[in-house]
């Protein structure tokens, strides 16, 4: 039977455990797992010691594989004038479908505005945007961009230490007999696994805006002047003119 005291002193250590493989991730890469040696070149091999993977001067995650690439997640708004705002807007919505994204949202208002809320591949967003630009006349247009490889590396991490712990109290709670013992137990794997929900939810929810640009378009209807409006701006123009020449 597992006493209270010393079910405190399990729960402690596999706390402190997942405490120390958080710490690992600043960890030498000796400390990691990887097997270091001196190349021909002079270089620096280094092999994960779990794996055959060996690759010269660049780190190397638990899966063997080489992590360079940079996880972005780019956002773009377009502000464009357009005669019609209904036939442009419906030419977006089929623009981002045929790249490979979707429409989140759309307003229009007594066709004058439109405004939609774009999800377009990330490798396709250039491309999207020159198109989207050739609906109308563009009067703004700004792309950015944030960098979030080390928020997620930090989110793996913390999802697969939490991961084992939750491994390591659910063996606990097989082999707790006492009551109070189980209810011990199962309060910590209820907070546990509130957390690995929500650090889910979030890894899942910047992979897809990391996959998905976000592509705001403000559609504006351009001014057709009516018969008083070019008489109006005729006596400008000449009105203009009488007193300069040149521009």
Sequence with gaps: MIRPVALACMVLSLAGCASRAMRSESAPA???GFVASGGASGGLDLAWSGTDTIVKGRRVDVAGTVQSARSLIRTASLTIEV???DVAAKAAEQLATEVGG??????????????LVLRVPADALDGALDRLAALGDVDHREVGATDVTGQLADLEARLTNDKAL?????????RATDVKDV???????????TAIDTAEGTLKRMREQVALSQVTVRLERRE?????GYLGY?????????FILSD
């Design 30 to 32: 000796a400390d990691l």
């Design 83 to 85: 005669d019609e705002v």
């Design 102 to 115: 979707y429409v989140e949202s759309r307003q229009t208002s007594e066709e004058t505005r439109g405004y």
């Design 166 to 174: 939750r491994d390591r109290l659910r063996a606990l709670l097989e």
């Design 183 to 193: 209810l011990a137990v199962e309060e910590q794997l209820t907070r546990l696994q």
């Design 224 to 228: 057709i002047l009516g018969p008083l």
């Design 234 to 242: 005729g006596l400008y123009w000449i009105g203009k003119k009488l």
